[in-house]
Every structure is written in C-alpha cells, then in structure tokens.
C-alpha cells in the first residue's frame, strides 16, 4: 500500500510572484482563497491576540502553501461584542490589531509576494458604539440618526412589546427598548444579532452613501476585494412583518423570510458593482449570502451584481457520494446561467471545523460539541479537500485546517467569548471551538502563535499538528496541501470551468473527468476497487495499483492524469 504526493512546488521570487499576478485575468474565477481570521491567527507584540503584524510576518507561509489571495475577518475598530463584527469605525484598525499603517504596510507586502488581499465588510448593522448610533440615543425620539436605524414605537398599552415578533439569530428577541435622555423607557431598536449591532436602515440614502464612501476608501488603500458579511440582509420587507413562525430562524431557514434576502439587496450590489469597476486590477465581490437554495444564491452572482458568493449548501452536505454529487450538479447547473464561478467551502469562523464534523454521524447540524472518532474525521476531511479542490471554479481555506486541526470541543465554558452562547434559542454558539489561536511550533508559548499565551486556550498536544512538525514530514496534512495545491496550478484541466463528466463508478464512489485530470473519491468505510486513470498524481490515503486496477482505501480521493 502507498499514499502518493507530489512534489511542493517551488517558491517563486518575489519578481515572478508580482509578474504572475498582473498577468492572471479573471484571477477569482479559479483563486483558492485562504481566510485569516486575525484573532488567532499570530499575535506579534505578546497580548495573546494575534494582529495584524502578525498576519504581514507569515505572509511567506501562504505564499509557500500555494494560495491565491488572503481574505481577512475584521480588524477595524469595534468593542469587540462579536468579535468585531461589530464595527465602530469602518475607517480605522482597532487598537488590539494595529493601525491603519500597519493595514497598509500589509497589502503592500502581499502584493511583493503574489497575493491578493480581500478585507470584510460588514453592511447590515454597526457597533452600538458607532457615532451614528451613540448620537441617535442621545437626541431622543425625533432624531434624523435615528432613521437611519430601524427605531419604532413598542406594542402595548404603554409600548412595553416589541414592535414585532422577530428574534435574534444569536437568541432572544430582535428588538431592544432604550433608556431614554430623560430617564423613561422608549422606542425599540432592531438587532438581527446581538443587541450590540444595531441593523442599518438601508432605505435611508445615508447609509448607502456612507458605505459607498467606505468602499472607495479601502479600495484607494490597495485592497483587491471584500467578503460582504450577511450579503443577504440589509433589506427588511416593507413595514416589517410578524414572522409568524420561529421554525426556521436560523442563517439558513427553507423559505424567505422578512428580514433576509429581500430582491432590494440586489439594487445595492449594482451600485457597489460600478465603484468596483471603476478600479484596476480585478478587484472583487464574494457575498457571505445564506440562502434557501443554490438557486437563489445565483442571483448575488449575475454580471452586474458580485462575483462570488460562498456555497453554504456544499458546506453543510455529509460525506455521502450520491448527497455530495447532488449539490456539485445543482451547484453547477445554477450557477452556468449567469456565467459565475462556483465556490467550494469546507470549513470557516462560524462553524465546527470539517475534520470534527466529518467525524461525527451525519445530522448534528453545522456546529457540534462532539470530538467524535478523530482519526475518521481527519481522514474524511483530507479525502473532502482533494474533491473540493478538484471541482471547477473557487476554493476556500480556513486557516488552520490545512493542519487538519480539530474544533476544540471542550473549552470550559468560563473562557467562551461568542455572544451566541450567552443567549437562548438562537445558534449553539459554539464557535470559539474552532477559533482557537493556530500552532506554528512544537513548543514554546502558544505554540507559536505568540509570545504571551492566546485569547483562546490551545489543548496540549497542540505542537504535534503545528506547521513545524509537520512542514517536511511526509504524508502529513499539510504537505498535502501544499502538493495538491502545487498540481492544481499546474494541471490545465483543474480550476476555472463550470462542468465536470460524471464517470461510472461503485456505489458510495464519486468519479469525474475534467480533460486530462479524473478524480475519485471513495465515501465509504470500505476500499474499492477501480480502473486505473493513468498516472497517480496524489492522494489523500492509501492506494495500491495492480493489473491496470487500483484499490483506493476507505474514505480516499485520487488525482490522476491520462496525459
């Protein structure tokens, strides 16, 4: 029995790295796109929070592991209610990240080195702290700041309810009764999230104006794009209805509702999409858009709207062939009509990492406190990484799980930090499990990450899945990133296209053909036995040739090629 890798690909010089990059056009259409999440990602100055110099001193790292482009979770200036989605000043970098020179210095450096940077944008709510909302409490009813919020009179004799019957994706009721100047109770503000993200009224011409503005200002810093968070909301149903129901108040319910993905989103995104337009460089959007169904979230896509949108049903999809070859042909077939890429995920900030929910039975749901079989679950998620990777258009990468790290599970509940855990009934909020500061050494403090321990305790035996002992190791999880990244860029058949040819193949087994490229992928807890593809190229497990027949081990993709 064998595993196959190929060689990591050399490091380009920095000349090359810069020349690649302006030559690539529609660059997006095939990108792997890795996610820092900057919290925890390197902490340069000791706090245990990492920053952004941290990110700008392991940005040769991403260069070696083969990337395209970084996109960066927010760093600007936030009380830090959400893990700064929660954003006081989208002008200006938080304190506890650097300052905007650092910001700069960043971009400058990516750039040396061939990568492209995307930063998030958060739209549909600000800070409780933003200026705008600060001075809408202080005027008192009647303020114009105020409507540029979603403030309304309560329900009731003496409007102690809620104007409506929404609830907080984070738990609990959507709307918050202020205090107000003189000391009496009054108007109700909404927060999809927690009360300290006050949505946006976007009907007023301000708000759009504003965002315009901020927009212009990033992309005059250098940035080459933005995640926008919630692409969906923004826009709520004209007098904000009673929902009605509270089944599906979830990010990903199976109807429309009132306050998501509302058509006057799409409006906006044409505006935004002429400001793009206007810059050089193939700046992009990628829209954070939870939808009923992958044909909805066609319609961020179209050619006057954005450019990506991150495909939330292929993340949620079991390790099951026939599921798995469902949602690759819908996503495929839904996304050709209006000439966009299709976009792979496995794996972000606000989910169990893939490597414990594949080590899970299926049905738990997308964040699970289970640790589950390990060794099954880092098996599955490696064989999930070369399909993913196999599949035509746009790949994402959450930091760390090239490491095939596992959420952690069993962080006591006096250290958690996400807002959702603190409330009833919304999501599980078990987030923190897999926002855990990284390893980059075996030892040390923090394994690396920093000098002065991490926000989020790191379980020992960390070290052992850090970079540095796995960098060189054969087989190892992030050698196979690298190498299956390395043959990504060099065979012409992978990356850019929206069609794959589905290849007979047993059942539990999915096996297509792009040109000169096959993949496999063995879904079962069993091997199989398939007809050789030509050439082995690499492959997330065993595999062992004989007689123009190769036998792939359970829970096993190979990459092969005819040429």
């Known amino acids: 029995m064998s595993q196959h890798s190929a060689a990591p690909a050399p490091t380009p010089t920095t000349d090359s790295a810069v020349a690649t990059v302006a030559r690539r056009r529609d660059w997006w259409r095939d990108a792997v796109i890795y996610q820092v999440y900057p919290r925890s990602f390197a902490d340069s100055n000791g706090d245990g929070m990492g920053d952004l110099e941290g990110i700008r001193t392991r940005l040769p790292y991403l260069r070696d592991l083969g990337v395209d482009a970084v996109w960066l979770s927010p760093f600007y200036a936030s009380p830090q209610a959400d893990a700064g989605y929660d954003v006081a000043d989208y002008r200006a970098v938080d304190p506890m990240f650097g300052t905007l020179l650092d910001a700069d210095a960043l971009i400058r450096d990516a750039h040396a080195l061939g990568l492209r940077i995307i930063v998030d944008l958060v739209p549909n709510h600000s800070s409780d702290q933003h200026e705008w909302f600060k001075r809408a409490l202080a005027e008192g009813p009647g303020s114009p700041l105020r409507e540029r919020y979603h403030f309304r009179p309560g329900k009731g004799e003496n409007g102690e309810l809620p104007p409506n019957d929404w609830e907080s994706i984070f738990g609990g009721p959507a709307w918050t009764r202020v205090t107000e100047p003189d000391g009496t109770p009054g108007e109700w503000y909404l927060h999809l999230f927690a009360p300290e993200q006050p949505d946006f009224n976007w009907e007023h011409p301000a708000v759009g104006d504003e965002f315009r503005s901020i927009l212009r200002f990033w992309l005059d810093m250098g940035v080459d794009g933005f995640r926008i968070d919630v692409a969906h909301g923004m826009v709520k149903a004209e007098g904000l ?46 829209a954070e858009a939870w939808t009923p169904t992958v044909e909805r979230t066609a319609n961020y896509v179209r050619p006057d709207e954005l450019h990506q949108a991150f495909n939330f049903q292929y993340l949620a999809t079991h390790w099951d062939a026939a599921e798995l070859r469902g949602v690759i042909d819908r996503t495929l077939d839904s996304m050709r009509p209006v000439g966009a890429p299709a976009t792979w995920v496995l794996s972000n900030h606000d989910v169990t990492r893939h490597a414990t929910r594949f080590a899970n039975p299926a ?18 998620a490696r064989a999930a990484t070369l399909l993913m990777l196999a599949l035509p258009g746009s790949a994402y990468v959450y930091q760390g799980e090239e490491l095939g790290l596992p959420d952690v599970v069993d962080l006591p509940d006096e250290v958690r930090q996400d807002p959702a855990y603190f409330r009833g009934a919304g999501q599980d909020g078990y987030r923190d499990g897999c926002r855990v500061p990284i390893p980059w050494t075996r030892e040390g403090s923090s394994y690396g990450f920093g000098d002065g321990g991490s926000w989020l305790p790191q379980p020992e035996g960390w070290g ?100």
């Not at 049905?363 to 599955?380: N, V």
């Not at 069609?499 to 096959?518: S, T």
């Open 241 to 286: 209805p009673d929902l009605g129901s509270h089944d599906e108040l979830r990010m990903l319910g199976n109807d429309v509702t009132p306050f998501f993905d509302q058509d006057g989103v799409h409006d906006i995104y044409r505006q935004w999409r002429l400001i793009l337009d206007e810059y050089s460089g193939e700046r992009i959007f990628v």
């Open 363 to 380: 049905g738990l749901g997308t964040q699970i406190r289970l640790a589950g079989d390990r060794e099954l679950g880092l098996r599955r």
């Open 464 to 563: 052992e899945l850090s970079v540095e002992a796995q960098t060189g190791r054969p087989g190892s999880t992030l050698e196979m990133y690298r190498s299956a990244l390395a043959v990504r860029r060099e065979q012409a058949d992978l990356g850019a296209g929206d069609a794959v040819e589905w290849l007979r193949a047993p059942e539990g087994v999915l096996a297509f053909r792009r040109g000169d490229f096959v993949c496999v992928a063995n879904t079962t807890e069993a091997p199989v036995t398939v007809p050789a593809h030509g050439r082995v190229l690499i492959s997330s497990g065993d595999v062992e040739e004989a007689g123009g027949e190769v036998t792939v081990a359970a829970d096993t993709t190979v990459w092969w090629t005819t040429a």
